[in-house]
Nanobody
Framework: EVQLVESGGGFVQPGGSLRLSCAAS????????MSWVRQAPGKGLEWVSS????????YYAEFVKGRFTASRDNTKRTLYLQLNSLKTEDTAIYYC????????????????????RGQGTQVTVSS
């Protein structure tokens, strides 16, 4: 059974930092690209970042470039997202998701090219 468990969310002031983790089990983690997506209150799902299976390629949405860094440790079967310079508009539930195996690793996946998601971790940015 595929399991994705996100952690590391919390309450932080604008300009602050958080590190999210996603522990994966039940599938061949190192064979799949992984993504972070988020959903703000009252809004739809939004793609944030993706990492290729070996971690060679990373992709970011324009609104997080230079502030967020995605990485993975295949030996620990864990995906990470470092969030720096947080803004109030970054408030959302953050989910990790598996990229479908058919998606080439040399481009970012579309939202409809993502598979299972975890339960999410809440990030709240407020003064």
């Amino acid at each position: 059974e595929v399991q994705l468990v996100e952690s590391g969310g919390g309450f932080v002031q604008p300009g602050g930092s958080l590190r999210l983790s996603c522990a994966a089990s039940g599938f061949s983690f190192s064979a799949y690209g992984m993504s972070w997506v988020r959903q703000a209150p009252g809004k739809g799902l939004e793609w944030v970042s993706s990492v290729s299976p070996a971690g060679t390629y990373t992709y970011y949405a324009e609104f997080v470039k230079g502030r967020f860094t995605a990485s993975r440790d295949n030996t620990k079967r864990t995906l990470y997202l470092q969030l720096n310079s947080l803004k109030t508009e970054d408030t959302a539930i953050y989910y990790c998701a598996i990229v479908k195996i058919s998606v080439p690793s040399n481009r970012a996946p579309a939202l409809n090219e993502l598979d299972s998601r975890g339960q999410g971790t809440q990030v709240t940015v407020s003064s």
